[in-house]
């Protein structure tokens, strides 16, 4: 039971890429998930995360307006397509299952115990 990210890749900056979570053992139609990452030497945060719907995102205040959250619950699948990538997006993505709120996104560290189900992660580089 857990969820794969994929779709990770070499970029320049002001390029795009969209990302796959892909829930396996467990169906995702009914869990909220967020989509984290990780940076060299940095702790990991919160990027975006939905409902288990799909008609509530939320978002940290450095992607918003440049990555978009989405689901397809007939696929299991959540996505996170990133747009005018800037190098410091360099990171390993993950995806989880979590509550969807913007205070809990916003403070991984404190509230990391809440989410569950992380698979390895996709690499996401941008290059200047």
């Known amino acids: 039971v857990q969820l794969q990210a994929s779709g990770g890749g070499s970029v320049q900056a002001g390029g795009s890429l969209r990302l796959s979570c892909v829930a396996s053992?467990?169906?995702?139609?009914?869990?909220?998930v967020a989509w984290f990452r990780q940076a060299p030497g940095k702790e990991r945060e919160g990027v975006q995360c939905i409902n288990s719907s799909g008609d509530s995102e939320r978002s940290s205040e450095s992607v918003k307006g440049r990555f978009t959250i989405s689901r397809d619950n007939a696929k299991n699948t959540v996505y996170l397509q990133m747009e005018r990538l800037k190098p410091e997006d360099t990171a390993v993505y993950y995806c989880?299952?979590?509550?969807?709120?913007?205070?809990?996104?916003?403070?991984?560290?404190?509230?990391?115990?809440?989410?569950?189900?992380w698979g390895q992660g996709t690499l996401v580089t941008v290059s200047s």
């Open positions: 989880a299952v979590g509550p969807c709120l913007g205070p809990i996104l916003n403070r991984y560290t404190e509230y990391r115990s809440k989410f569950k189900y």
């Open positions: 053992g467990f169906t995702l139609d009914f869990a909220p």
